[in-house]
């Protein structure tokens, strides 16, 4: 049983179901396993059920079926605040009469700390997120940036073992939100705490995780370290939604020795590894990272497969070049290639040959 392999892990969701009204269930069947220290993410897009999951282990909704355990113990009914769980929302949520050193007090307050013991705290947690010098500011005398450090601080104050963060950065620009990634990954691994953190951003995702669960329609359609979901995906679904990525339709034609050949839709053959198709006549679409194609054959092994394309688009973005192809009948074919000196710059309506490794080439589901 699931339960039983798990005996372990500090955050278990055993079997949990979510259904609002009563008919269609918007969380299915959720088994997960989340060991102490881990910082994981639940991405997926909107309606995909991983903010329905956080609200559930924060307290603020209740499983229909199943149960959630917090360090062994079921947590079903105990309401949000005995569960010991700090929160960070994308509204930061803070109160705008108080001080940003009162703000921080209140959870210790409820706690019933001492003055001595709050003020301590108080200070140690604006120090960590470097707003020691705004202890007597309110909200509103903050940049946006500020008051999610306060919020973050606020979640660490009375130092929980888990944390929830939901879309904290959503509200910043790209520059400090790509900051504050950094900051709040660099102090969940200082603290050794627990964090499941839900965003709609796969580089957010990808940056910070020690594992991503990608979520769709009420279900986890792959749990993986960052690397290997980028690199790995098992299904379309994941392939499409982390990174970009160049997809092609078409059937297996053979299939052995680890590799299947795939006749695609244009009348290409190709070399895939097979991941999610197993016999042959199965239709399937082939995924292939933009970074992973070339088009300079001394960079390719021998074995490379090669397809004819032409240009339709060249960009420069600073740090590398991003091609738009026509191949195989797929006419937003993407090659990325960093910005070097010997990198050829192409013209659109230019014809050249592109290649890849079969390896680099995933034969997976049609859907």
């Given at each position: 049983?699931?339960?039983?392999?798990?005996?372990?892990?500090?955050?278990?969701?055993?079997?949990?179901?979510?259904?609002?009204?009563?008919?269609?269930?918007?969380?299915?069947?959720?088994n997960l396993a989340i060991p102490k220290g881990e910082f994981l993410t639940m991405l997926g897009p909107s309606g995909s059920g991983k903010t329905t999951c956080l609200m559930m282990l924060a307290g603020f909704e209740t499983a229909t079926h199943g149960e959630i355990r917090l360090n062994g113990r079921n947590i079903n009914d105990v309401p949000?605040?005995?569960?010991?769980?700090?929160?960070?929302?994308?509204?930061?949520?803070?109160?705008?009469?108080?001080?940003?050193?009162?703000?921080?007090?209140?959870?210790?307050?409820?706690?019933?700390?001492?003055?001595?013991?709050?003020?301590?705290?108080?200070?140690?947690?604006?120090?960590?997120?470097?707003?020691?010098?705004?202890?007597?500011?309110?909200?509103?005398?903050?940049?946006?940036?500020?008051?999610?450090?306060?919020?973050?601080?606020?979640?660490?104050?009375?130092?929980?073992?888990?944390?929830?963060?939901?879309?904290?950065?959503?509200?910043?620009?790209?520059?400090?939100?790509?900051?504050?990634?950094?900051?709040?990954?660099?102090?969940?691994?200082?603290?050794?705490?627990?964090?499941?953190?839900?965003?709609?951003?796969?580089?957010?995702?990808?940056?910070?995780?020690?594992?991503?669960?990608?979520?769709?329609?009420?279900?986890?359609?792959?749990?993986?370290?960052?690397?290997?979901?980028?690199?790995?995906?098992?299904?379309?679904?994941?392939?499409?939604?982390?990174?970009?990525?160049?997809?092609?339709?078409?059937?297996?034609?053979?299939?052995?020795?680890?590799?299947?050949?795939?006749?695609?839709?244009?009348?290409?053959?190709?070399?895939?590894?097979?991941?999610?198709?197993?016999?042959?006549?199965?239709?399937?679409?082939?995924?292939?990272?933009?970074?992973?194609?070339?088009?300079?054959?001394?960079?390719?092994?021998?074995?490379?497969?090669?397809?004819?394309?032409?240009?339709?688009?060249?960009?420069?973005?600073?740090?590398?070049?991003?091609?738009?192809?026509?191949?195989?009948?797929?006419?937003?074919?993407?090659?990325?290639?960093?910005?070097?000196?010997?990198?050829?710059?192409?013209?659109?309506?230019?014809?050249?040959?592109?290649?890849?490794l079969p390896e680099d080439c995933r034969a997976l589901d049609a859907a």
């Open positions: 049983m699931v339960a039983a392999q798990n005996e372990g892990a500090f955050v278990q969701f055993d079997r949990v179901q979510k259904s609002y009204d009563g008919q269609t269930l918007v969380v299915k069947d959720l949000p605040h005995k569960r010991g769980i700090g929160m960070v929302f994308q509204n930061y949520a803070l109160f705008p009469h108080m001080s940003v050193a009162e703000n921080l007090a209140f959870p210790l307050d409820v706690r019933g700390m001492t003055k001595a013991d709050k003020e301590a705290k108080v200070k140690r947690a604006l120090d960590m997120v470097q707003m020691g010098k705004f202890a007597n500011r309110r909200p509103a005398q903050l940049s946006g940036g500020q008051q999610q450090r306060v919020a973050l601080a606020r979640a660490l104050v009375f130092e929980p073992e888990l944390v929830l963060m939901d879309e904290p950065l959503g509200a910043l620009d790209k520059q400090l939100r790509e900051h504050m990634q950094f900051e709040i990954k660099h102090i969940s691994d200082n603290l050794g705490i627990t964090v499941v953190y839900v965003t709609h951003d796969q580089t957010e995702a990808l940056t910070m995780s020690d594992r991503v669960a990608v979520f769709n329609d009420g279900v986890i359609q792959q749990l993986a370290p960052p690397d290997e979901l980028y690199e790995a995906p098992l299904n379309s679904f994941v392939a499409q939604f982390i990174g970009e990525n160049n997809a092609m339709e078409g059937v297996v034609t053979q299939i052995a020795n680890g590799r299947c050949l795939v006749r695609l839709d244009s009348g290409d053959e190709i070399d895939a590894k097979p991941v999610n198709v197993s016999r042959v006549g199965e239709r399937t679409r082939v995924s292939i990272r933009p970074e992973r194609v070339e088009f300079s054959k001394a960079r390719l092994r021998p074995d490379a497969h090669t397809l004819k394309a032409r240009v339709e688009e060249f960009i420069y973005m600073g740090d590398m070049f991003r091609t738009r192809l026509s191949v195989a009948g797929n006419d937003d074919f993407i090659i990325k290639s960093r910005n070097a000196p010997d990198q050829t710059r192409l013209q659109p309506g230019q014809e050249i040959e592109i290649g890849w």
